[in-house]
């Protein structure tokens, strides 16, 4: 596991074997940062990485200088592992155990980005619930980004304040946003002359 951008671009990090996760590939994860480069300037913004896993997501993150990151795993090997890098590498990540759903149900924090990479195997209903806690909940900043790391399997281009989605082998990232006024008159407009 390698970080690709920021300054700490090619650093490696090497996670203890054992660990109930399955990272997000490097030719995925650096796909993700192309599109979300696009949408923002990294330096400082606040992140929610849920399902951390080894942290590979968070590290990418604190490379390319956005702080705070909150990492949420309910597995005490992988919390232990982002605690003992982000130490090391002085990165300003707060390394949480804990159910992401029970998380976000008390989290009274929003964030400008939201990462999820639950495991494929979850069924369609609990990848669904992350999306509905998370608008809820208002936990996503009006000009923020949430993105989701799912198999094929799984659709969530229905959900509410759904954007687009990227295939990158076997992995779908989709990405939600909320829509400004000004987009929803922009689209309404569309819609009116499609009519026409």
């Known amino acids: 596991m390698r970080i690709i951008s920021g300054k700490y671009k090619g650093r490696r990090i090497s996670p203890p074997k054992g660990l109930p996760v399955r990272p997000t590939t490097d030719m995925s994860k650096e796909a993700l940062f192309n ?15 849920l399902f951390a896993g080894t942290g590979n997501i968070s590290y990418e993150f604190a490379s390319r200088g956005c702080t705070p990151i909150t990492s949420v795993d309910g597995d005490f090997g992988c919390v232990k592992f982002i605690k003992q890098v982000a130490a090391e590498y002085d990165f300003n990540i707060a390394a949480t155990k804990s159910d ?3 998380y976000l149900e008390r989290c009274k924090t929003s964030y400008d980005i939201i990462f999820a990479d639950p495991p494929y195997g ?34 969530l281009d229905h959900m509410i304040h759904f954007s687009f989605q990227k295939s990158y082998g076997g992995s779908i990232f989709s990405f939600f946003e909320i829509a400004s006024d000004s987009d929803e008159e922009e689209e309404s407009e569309i819609e009116e002359g499609e009519e026409e």
């Open 100 to 102: 992401v759903y029970t």
């Open 122 to 155: 979850f069924d369609q209903k609990t990848f669904e619930k992350i999306i509905e806690l998370v608008f809820e909940r208002e936990l996503l900043n009006s000009d923020g980004m949430m993105v989701i790391e799912h198999s094929k399997y799984t659709k």
């Open 35 to 49: 599109v979300l480069n696009n949408h923002f300037s990294f330096e400082g913004l606040k992140i929610l990485d």
